[in-house]
């Protein structure tokens, strides 16, 4: 659309807008093209009917309830809740049947499809009403009622903090007072940045800083959360000195700053500020989309011939987005035509809007268990640092989303060689700097078969690392966290190529944490310690600084 035209047309993003509120930012046309697909052939298809009419005279036999959390109580196993919970999975797995397998069908329609009647299963199981849930039902006679009478009051609770656009409860826990606590100063700002550097614990540290370059959906500090589970305080205490970037809260006035911008005033900027400090090389860590801007910028760089990152570490980063796993639900043209018009309103994009489509991919664990919690059996869920990280969500700029969402998930342009920085396209191939790739097993935003396609795109030495956990727990996997094992194994240039599941067969778990091991593998490709850097830095606030709180 031109200037001319779009100064036209502004009922289209006001209207998309106020009915992206009703949706929770989904596009209806994505959904409703997804929908027809799939009951077009089904009606073309007698061979499917036929098997869906089979499955529904004769039912498989009985699941075990036990295996699914919601009915795991001991007395979903009495009559007639047993009954119930029997009949709600035999459902399940004819919808299940009917939106799997359709010949014809677009796959990502099927996908699309199979998601949205998973999310009204999910909605309408039995687990989440009173009159049907035994546990419920078995508390409610033990308080009588006064359960119903606390979630009530929640439920007032939480609304009201919705309508008036405060919809995350208040945490007892504080930035600066019991999160983000490591001691550090705040070194470097600019309109996007604030550069923070933490101070040595060691009398001599290696000469090559390490700088960490956050995704900017999240505060910073989901790597400095707490005294215990601080991955900058461990990689301090290594003997590092260590970096971190912290992103502004974009609002209004940053709509235009796009990923070049991202770049240069990002990692471009803070890896600038560090050299001038004294160091000639630098070890780069990137965390979520914060290692996919990392990598873009590393590509960069070596196209430039510049030969500043000594390695490149990327955690639960991906860099093909051709299997991005659920998420990628959400990704297509409709949907992003869709968001465009939401943001053109605000310029930014609401930061519940992200949080409300990572949720819906685990609606059972985020949504619909806390419903039950919370307004049913009238117990809150307990206040933990890590939640109230996830509450501290922030916003982000319109042209950079668009461009993110576009470039990378929709076109894959950074896989294809497309991307362009500086107007001229990067290479992830270029890249010479030895890199240490993490993924963790249950990923649902960057799905550790979609991070391990990083071997296919580099002709560098890769170090792939699979630890066990979530997106964030697995990253936050601190020496004696109870329960940990990682798998690991490197790739050199003239490898043979190895499948994910090939890989995940062939290495061995090793208890522990991946901690101990990325920090020796640092520690193998730095120089000795010498004395700390000081006398060049300048300080500008105490950490953890100013833009954290925006």
């Known amino acids: 659309m031109t200037d001319a035209s779009a100064k036209q047309h502004k009922l289209d993003p006001k209207w998309h807008a106020a009915f992206g509120q009703l949706t929770g930012g989904l596009s209806p046309a994505a959904l409703a093209t997804a929908y027809l697909d799939w009951s077009l052939h089904l009606m073309a298809s007698p061979d499917k009917q036929s098997d869906l009419l089979k499955l529904a005279i004769s039912p498989a036999a009985d699941a075990d309830l036990s295996q699914d959390p919601r009915f795991r109580h001991p007395a979903w196993q009495m009559f007639p809740y047993n009954l119930v919970a029997q009949g709600f999975m035999t459902t399940q797995t004819w919808w299940d049947t009917a939106t799997t397998g359709m010949p014809g069908v677009d796959p990502k329609h099927a996908e699309i499809v199979h998601f949205a009647v998973r999310q009204w299963l999910d909605m309408l199981s039995p687990a989440n009403f009173a009159g049907s849930n035994p546990q419920v039902l078995e508390r409610t006679r033990e308080e009588l009622g006064q359960n119903l009478v606390r979630g009530a009051r929640y439920w007032m609770e939480?609304?009201?903090?919705?309508?008036?656009?405060?919809?995350?409860?208040?945490?007892?826990?504080r930035v600066g007072e019991d999160l983000a606590t490591t001691p550090g100063d705040v070194v470097f700002r600019n309109g996007l940045i604030e550069l923070i550097r933490y101070h040595p614990t060691t009398d001599k540290v290696r000469p090559e800083p390490i700088l960490i370059?956050?995704?900017?959906?999240?505060?910073?500090?989901?790597l400095d959360l707490t005294a215990q589970r601080s991955l900058v305080a461990y990689l301090r205490d290594q003997g590092f000195e260590v970096y971190i970037i912290s992103w502004k809260n974009p609002d209004?006035?940053?709509?235009?700053?796009s990923m070049q911008d991202y770049v240069d005033l990002g990692v471009r900027a803070a890896i600038a500020q560090i050299t001038s400090t004294g160091a000639k090389h630098l070890h780069a860590a990137g965390y979520c989309l914060g290692g996919t801007l990392l990598a873009i910028t590393a590509a960069a760089m070596a196209r430039d011939g510049d030969d500043r990152l000594r390695t490149v570490s990327l955690l639960a980063s991906q860099v093909d987005f051709s299997e991005p796993g659920e998420l990628g639900l959400f990704i297509n043209e409709s949907q992003?035509?869709?968001?465009?018009?939401?943001m053109a309103t605000r310029g930014y994009l609401e930061a519940d809007q992200m949080a409300g489509a990572?949720?819906?991919?685990?609606?059972n664990d985020l949504i619909w268990s806390r419903v039950i919690r919370h307004y049913l059996l009238g117990e809150r869920t307990a206040d933990n640092p890590l939640m109230a990280w996830n509450a501290d969500a922030t916003r982000m700029p319109a042209t950079m989303h668009s461009e993110y969402l576009r470039r990378l998930?929709?076109?894959?342009?950074?896989?294809?060689?497309?991307?362009?920085?500086?107007?001229?396209?990067?290479?992830?191939?270029?890249i010479r700097a030895p890199i240490y790739s993490v993924a963790t097993e249950k990923d649902h935003v960057s799905p550790w078969t979609s991070v391990f396609r990083l071997s296919l795109l580099t002709d560098t030495d890769v170090t792939f690392v699979l630890t066990n956990g979530g997106h964030n727990g697995g990253i936050l996997s601190e020496p004696g966290h109870a329960g940990r094992h990682f798998r690991h194994g490197h790739k050199v240039e003239g490898d043979a190529h190895i499948t994910a599941q090939d890989w995940f067969d062939r290495?061995?778990?090793?208890?522990?944490?991946?901690?101990?091991?990325?920090?020796?593998?640092?520690?193998?490709?730095?120089?000795?310690?010498?004395?700390?850097?000081?006398?060049?830095?300048?300080?500008?606030?105490?950490a953890p600084g100013r833009y954290v709180f925006g």
């Open 252 to 257: 209004k006035s940053d709509a235009s700053l």
């Open 507 to 542: 290495e061995t778990p090793q208890d522990g944490s991946w901690w101990e091991h990325w920090s020796g593998w640092l520690k193998k490709r730095s120089g000795d310690p010498e004395d700390p850097r000081s006398s060049r830095i300048t300080v500008l606030d105490k």
């Open 358 to 363: 990572f949720q819906l991919l685990r609606s």
């Open 409 to 430: 998930f929709l076109n894959n342009d950074l896989a294809k060689g497309r991307f362009e920085v500086d107007g001229a396209s990067i290479a992830l191939t270029d």
């Open 213 to 222: 370059v956050p995704a900017w959906i999240m505060k910073y500090y989901i």
């Open 336 to 342: 992003i035509a869709f968001l465009e018009d939401m």
């Open 158 to 173: 939480d609304f009201n903090r919705l309508i008036s656009n405060q919809p995350r409860r208040s945490s007892s826990h």
